[in-house]
């Protein structure tokens, strides 16, 4: 393992070239590039573009396929049916969550994610089990990835009676959020659904992340709800909400009255891409001052057969459905699986490529970040705390920069 005291020759964002110093883990101080010897303590990165590592801001650790052969998808036309197909993929896998999890972890940490926040699955059949799996795999990857985890009732609250109670136990024993699914469409009940959500977070102070899938003037009453409850209960800037189809559906009136509540109420949109739906119109909800943020969701489960960790590539594809085409389009996007998911995390000081920050990067086979995005150079440099990360894949041999 390379723990080098100074990663020199980087190209940052701005086109600076510095040497990068570390110490105990952070960056100690950013100087103007030096030519000197490589060796154990100087790594020279060669002029490559080196930023902040990728942040995840949404994924479902518990439920991926990977360790196993490849799943052929099963198919469900509701969100409702498509949670009774989950169920039964997932009984009886040979492959226990504790492992699945850990090999798509260290997938993720490979492509240069650094910091993650994942659902788990909490429910009257799984109990806390799959929490306690998602805790010991925290545990034993520290040294490679900082994880928050969400405790997320995937078969709703009030349709399975028992959830509130477990969701209030997983805070206790060790989720750092509490989630929620789908108020009208799947519990029918918007407002008992979030009175458990909301009362969750106010008596544990801790923030809320529901995905809401319910779509058109139905999907932007509830995010205005949930707008509303976050400014009542002084959630500001910890509510995300993920997919929010709605503000891609619904009509333009509605979509930028709901684009304001969010804003007032620093409540964060997650996408992801999610195929032949409506997406959130990111440049329009950024005009807005709502921020919206990447996660690649389901990788290789029960839910999709796409996916693989790569946040790079989440943002391309994020980019691509977009029409993101300028330079500051791009780096925007580029952003969307950068800063800004590290915001909604609440990373603050410890993140980012600033003196006093842990020193979690990525280096890069491009010149630049618009370049990074549009071509998701597989030559990667993973560090992590200062250190490089071995498991990480190595540079194109034949690019100079
Ligand atoms: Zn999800």
Redesign the pocket.
Known sequence: MTTPDIFANCRLADGRRVDLHVAKGRISDILPAEVGPAGPDRFDLGGRLVVPGFVDG???LDKTLLGLPFQAHRPGDTVAERIAIEKAVLRDLPVPVEQRAHALVTQMSRFGTVALRS?VDIDTDWGLSNLHALLRVREAVRAIMDIQIVA?PQNGILRDPGTAALLDEAIRAGADLIGGLDPAGIDSDIKGHLDVVFGIAERHGVGIDI?LHDAGALGCFELRDIAARTIAAGLQGRVAV??AFALGYSDQADVDATAEALARAEVAIMTNEPGPVSMPPVARLRAAGVTVFA?S??IRDAWSPYGNGDMLERAMLIGYRQGMKTDADLSHTFAMATTLPARVLGLGGDYGLAVGARADLVALDATSVPEALVARPSGRMVIKGGRVLDHASSFSESASY
């Open positions: 949404h994924v479902h659902h997320f995905h993920a997919h996660g969701d389901n």
